[in-house]
């Protein structure tokens, strides 16, 4: 008989098995049976696949969601979001994933959480066992974490990285670069909005976070008359990342700073109050 890879306090597992826990354990054996059945009987036909990804990546709505975005050191990190690796799991048919909590230890304050996906017709399998401490990090330091929810989504936002990893591993990777590339050429597109409408609806979308107009070109490094089409698509993620909490407005445009200098030359070159002033 195969052990358990991940051992189990004993004191932990319950005495004896409810009625609702061993029907669900029934239940969920007769689930994958029945998924590897459907499978074989209903195999992916790969270029409805293709032609459904295709028609998912030019939507503006998946296109705008399909990248991530965050800060890490000196350099800003990106890539293909968990939302476009659930539509490609769609597209692409006969897959299973998903995210389970096996345990959760409020002693030490963590889960341990499973990550998996699973091409069923394939029966090609990848999962990942892992630790979720109950902590947020922020400013001064990581907070603990007690109230029941604070905990759930900590563990989900967590474990929502780990299910995107694992639906990629067993897609080909021709399919996910593919998607990749049409969700940019979305982005870039932009609906076939003209490029000047597209600038001021995406300044006028960072104003509604506080984010001026002048932060944004700092950050470009060029006025707004002067954007492209990659720079509005590469706004756009930012903008999508800031509101789902991926990184601050700060920290992807850092508010200019004063310098002492700057200061002290701005006293310099201003006029005194008695400056052209005579003594009668």
């Not at 991530?68 to 897959?95: D, K, M, P, Q």
């Not at 905990?151 to 967590?158: G, L, P, R, S």
């Not at 006028?204 to 984010?211: D, K, N, T, W």
């Not at 006025?223 to 407005?249: C, N």
Request: proline share 5%; aromatic share 6%; net charge negative.
């Amino acid at each position: 008989m195969n052990q358990p890879v991940e051992r189990i306090n004993a004191a932990a597992v319950p005495a004896r098995v409810g009625q609702g826990t061993a029907v669900e354990q029934s239940r969920a054996v007769a689930e994958v049976q029945a998924a590897i059945v459907v499978a074989q009987q209903v195999p992916r036909d790969i270029n409805a696949a293709i032609a459904e990804m295709r028609q998912s990546c030019a939507q503006p709505f998946l296109a705008e969601r399909a990248f991530f975005r965050y800060n890490r050191g000196s350099g800003n990190i990106t890539g293909a979001s968990v939302h476009l690796a659930r539509e490609l799991a769609r597209c692409w048919g006969n897959v299973q994933y998903g995210l389970t909590e096996l345990r959760r230890d409020d002693e030490f304050g963590q889960s341990e959480m499973q990550a998996f996906a699973w091409d069923v017709e394939k029966n090609s399998r990848t999962s990942s066992t892992f630790i979720v401490p109950h902590k947020r990090d922020q400013k001064g330091g990581p907070k603990q974490l007690t109230d029941m929810r604070d905990i759930y989504e900590n563990n989900a936002n967590n474990g929502a990285r780990r299910v995107r990893e694992a639906i990629f591993a067993i897609l080909p990777p021709w399919f996910v670069e593919e998607a990749k590339e049409l969700c940019n050429k979305t982005i870039r597109d932009g609906g076939g909005k003209p490029l000047p409408q597209r600038i001021a609806d995406a300044i006028r979308a960072f104003e509604g976070l506080g984010i001026t107009q002048d932060r944004i070109e700092t950050k470009l490094g060029r006025p707004s008359g002067k954007w492209t089409d990659h720079d509005v698509a590469q706004l756009q993620i930012a903008f999508q990342s800031i509101t789902r909490g991926e990184v601050t407005a700060d920290e992807e445009f850092p508010p200019s700073r004063v310098t002492v200098e700057e200061i002290q030359q701005q006293a310099d070159q201003a006029p005194t109050a008695d400056a052209g002033s005579g003594n009668a």
